[in-house]
C-alpha cells in the first residue's frame, strides 16, 4: 500500500472547492454547474478557476441573475435525473428561491412516495466583509428545520474539498456553504481522493474547561479565543460542527461531558440559532449544563466597518463570554 | 372506439372523475376543472410518451388526459395506499413520470421553472423529448414565469409555455392581474412563437398545440400557448362562487363537453343514443375506479417519516 493517502498539498479553499467539483464532474457526465458568473469568469471568488475550459458552457452554465428561477431550473433538472451544482452568489439571495428549494426539492422524496427525488447542490457564500445588510446575513439556522434538506458548512480547505464531493453524491437536496472570508484560505488538503461523510463534527482543539462548538469562519475565531485563553490558564475545546443537518449529537455531547461546560458561536443570529439547537440536543440527551450564546448582535450587519465589526463576533466578545461561562 | 370520439370520450371522463370526487364528503379541498377539459385533453392529443407535463395545482384533470391511471389518481386524492404516490401528494402536488406527467406544485407559478428543469435534462440527454408547462392565468403575474421564459428562451430549451386562461384568479378578473392585452403577449417579448387558442374546442387545442409543439420538438426554443377557457365551478371546492346564478347558466352552454358532442351530432359523428352510451361508460368506469380507491386503506402512521430522506 502507497503512502499516498497520508500526502497533502497545499492549496487555498477556493481551490478545494474547484477540485472537488472538478473531480465529480468528471467522474460523473450528470453533475454540472449553474449559477451568476460560473462560466469564464470562473466564479465570483475564482472557486470555478478553469472548469469553464475544460467542461465548456454545457456544464458551467452562466445564468442570467434570476435566483428562483435557477434553483428551479436546478430542482427540477435534479428531479429528471441530473445533478445539478446551483451557485447562489450570496446567502442573502437564496431567500429568492425558497419556494423551489423548501416546498419542491426538499419534499420531492416524501411527497412522490420515494418516486422522486432532488439530488441538487445549493453552494452558496455567507458572511460579512463590508458588503452591507442583504449581502452579508448568516440564514443557515433556517435551514436547517426543513425536514429533507442537508446543510454543510466546512471551515477548511480539506473540509470544503471532501463535504462538496460528498455534496455532489448525495441524493439532496444539499446546500453547501462556504463564507467570504475563508476563500483566501490556505490549508493542507490530501493529494488522495478522499470524500467526508456528512454528520461528522470534527475536533479542531482539546481542551478541558470548556467546549466552543461552531462552524464555518466562526471556527477560526473559536481558535484565536482559546489561544487568547490559554495564557489565563484557561483551556477550551473547539468542535466545528461541519455538518448542521444532520448534525453529529455524538461527538458534541461527548465532548460537553468531559468539559462540563457550552459556548456555541455563529455569525448569525442567535435567536432560534444553530447554537440554540445544538445545545438543546445536547441537553436533551446529557442533561442541562452551564451554557452561553454568542452571536451576532440582533441588527443588521452594516457595510459600515465600525458596525459590522461591532455586529459579529470577534475573538474579544467570545473571550469575555468564555470567562463568564467558566465562572459558573 | 374511432379517434374522432376520442376526445369527448376521454372530457366525459374528467368531467365523470370529478363530480363523483367533488360528491365525496372524505375528499379534502379539490381544484376542479370543470370547463377546462379541452385544454387538457387537447394538448395531451399532440404529447408524446417520451414527453412530460407538469402543472399548477389544477392538476387532475391534465394528469388523466396525460394517461394516469384513473384509480390509481383517486386513490390518491382520497390519500390511499394505492394512491401514484401513496396518497401522500394530493392533487396539490401527485406525480406519475412513468406516465409523462412529471407532476403538480401547488404554489402558483412554482412549477415553471422546475419544468425548465426537466426540459433541460431533455436537451442535455438527447432524444427528442419536451416538456410542457400548464399554469393558470393566476401564475401570469408571478415572477417566475418571467425569468423562465427568459432562461428557456436563451437556452433554446424544448418548453412549451401553456397558460390556460380560465378568466379568473379566485376571485380577480384575468383583466385585474395582468396588465398584457393577451397574456401571449407575455411570450411576445422573447421573440418566441406565440398562439391564442380557443380553449374550449377540443380539435382547435389540439391543432395550434400540435404547431407548437411541433416548434418546440424541432429544437428552435420554447412557445408559448394561450388557451381561452372558462372555469365552471368556484376557485375550489371549498371557496366562495363570485359568479350570479344567471351568469353561471349563461356560461355553462360554452362547456366544451356540450360543444363538442353537439358539434358530433350536427356532423352526424354520432348519435343521441351514442352519446348517453358514452355517458354511460363513463360513468361505470368511474364506478370501478371509486371501488378501486375505496379497496385502498390509509397509510399507516408510521410511515410519516418515510421517504423524508
Known sequence: MSNDQ?????????EAVGRAVREEMEADDRVLVLGQDVGAFGGSYREFDGLFKIFGPERMRDTPVAEAAAVGIAAGAAAAGLRPLCVITYMDFLMIGFDALINYAAKLRYKSGG?????????????AQGQGV????????????????????????EDAYGLMKSALRSDGPVVYIDHKRLFPAPGNVPVAETVIPFGKAAIRRRGVDLTIVAHSYMVRVALETAGLLEAE????????????????????????????????????????????????????????RPWIRVGALPAPVSSNPVLEAACVPNADRVAQAARTLAAR | MSDALLPLRRMMLIRAFEDALAARKDHGFQLLSTGEEAVAVGLSLVLEDGDQLLTGGRSIGPALARGVDPGKLMAELLGRVAGVNRGRAGRGHLSDQESGFFGAHAVVGGNISIAAGVALERKLGGGNGIVAILFGDGASGAGGLYETLNIATLWHLPLLFVCNNNQLSVSTPREASNAAKELRDIGRAFAIPTALVDGLDVWAMAKVAGELVEHVRSGKGPAFLECSSLRLRSHSTTARETRSRDELAQLHKLCPIKLESARLLTEDQITNAGLEEMRADAARQIEDVMAFADASPYPEPEEVLAHVE
Request: include cysteine; aromatic fraction near 4%.
Open chain 1, 115 to 127: 418516486r422522486l427525488s432532488a439530488p441538487l447542490v445549493v453552494k452558496t457564500t455567507a458572511g
Open chain 1, 233 to 288: 490558564d484557561l483551556s477550551c475545546e473547539v468542535v466545528d460542527l461541519r455538518s448542521l443537518a444532520p448534525m453529529d449529537v455524538n461527538t458534541l455531547c461527548r465532548s460537553v461531558e468531559r468539559t462540563g461546560r457550552l459556548l456555541t458561536l455563529e455569525e448569525g443570529q442567535v435567536t432560534c440559532g444553530i447554537g440554540t439547537e445544538v445545545a438543546t440536543r445536547i441537553f436533551e440527551r446529557i442533561g442541562v
Open chain 1, 6 to 14: 497520508f500526502l497533502t498539498t497545499r492549496m487555498f479553499f477556493r
Open chain 1, 134 to 157: 442583504a449581502h452579508s446575513q448568516c440564514i443557515e439556522a433556517w435551514l436547517i428545520s426543513v425536514p429533507g434538506l442537508k446543510v454543510v458548512a466546512p471551515s477548511t480547505p
